[in-house]
Antibody, heavy 117, light 108 residues
Framework: QVQLQESGPGLVKPSETLSLTCTVS????????WGWMRQPPGKGLEFVGW???????SYNPSLKSRVVLSLDTSKSQFSLKVTSLSAADTAVYYC???????????WGQGTMVTVSS | EIVLTQSPGTLSLSPGERATLSCRAS???????LAWYQQKPGQAPRLLMY???SRATGIADRFSGSGSGTDFTLTISRLEPEDFAVYYC?????????FGQGTRLEIK
């Protein structure tokens, strides 16, 4: 059974960079898409981006200038970096998996990130 | 990007009743690549439907999806107590992936 687990700091200061990692267990990195979504408190879901097992990436245009996704197949991990943080980036961040031409079907439990000084 | 508008915002029904949730897209969803998720408080979203009308693994057959083009529907034939949650539609046919704002299904 494939499981995903997010890890990273729960509190980050404004203007700093957030780094989150998602660890994949019970399955292979290939041939899947590995994505990140976020959900501000009390609000809906927002797509952040995905990284394909080949390393190809795609980002939400609204975040593209501040987001970088990467993959470490040797560790079965993929990572998210968000720069120039503001309070608007406060959210639960989820990692998830998708097959080609399919929606994200397996999700991590989510990790709450608060941007505050 | 494709904007998805869900209606109603909140739906108040009783167990045993039928629920009909709507998702309208601002432009055609390519190949009906439309999914539905269920989210309960404090939990990650759970995939219910994909490709508009295919049930995900392990999803009860009281859930069904329909639609094409720009209009899609999620139907829950007879509500069980565990079905009261927030439901999101999502299109994955045209980048970027986009979500609707959600419909809250609450107990009447």
């Amino acid at each position: 059974q494939v499981q995903l687990q997010e890890s990273g700091p729960g509190l980050v200061k404004p203007s700093e960079t957030l780094s989150l990692t998602c660890t994949v267990s019970g399955g292979s990195i290939s041939p899947y898409y590995w994505g990140w979504m976020r959900q501000p408190p009390g609000k809906g879901l927002e797509f952040v981006g995905w990284v394909y097992y080949t390393g190809t990436t795609s980002y939400n245009p609204s975040l593209k200038s501040r987001v970088v996704l990467s993959l470490d197949t040797s560790k079965s991990q993929f990572s998210l970096k968000v720069t120039s943080l503001s309070a608007a980036d406060t959210a639960v961040y989820y990692c998830a998996r998708a097959m080609d031409s399919k929606p994200f079907d397996i999700w991590g439990q989510g990790t709450m990130v608060t941007v505050s000084s | 990007e494709i904007v998805l508008t869900q209606s109603p915002g909140t739906l108040s029904l009783s167990p045993g009743e039928r629920a009909t949730l709507s998702c309208r897209a601002s432009q055609t969803v390519r190949r009906s690549y439309l999914a539905w998720y269920q989210q309960k408080p404090g939990q990650a979203p759970r995939l219910l439907m994909y490709d508009a009308s295919s049930r995900a693994t392990g999803i009860a057959d009281r859930f069904s999806g329909s639609g094409s083009g720009t209009d899609f529907t999620l139907t829950i034939s007879r509500l069980e107590p565990e079905d009261f949650a927030v439901y999101y539609c999502k299109q994955y046919g045209t980048p970027p992936v986009t979500f609707g704002q959600g419909t809250r299904l609450e107990i009447k």
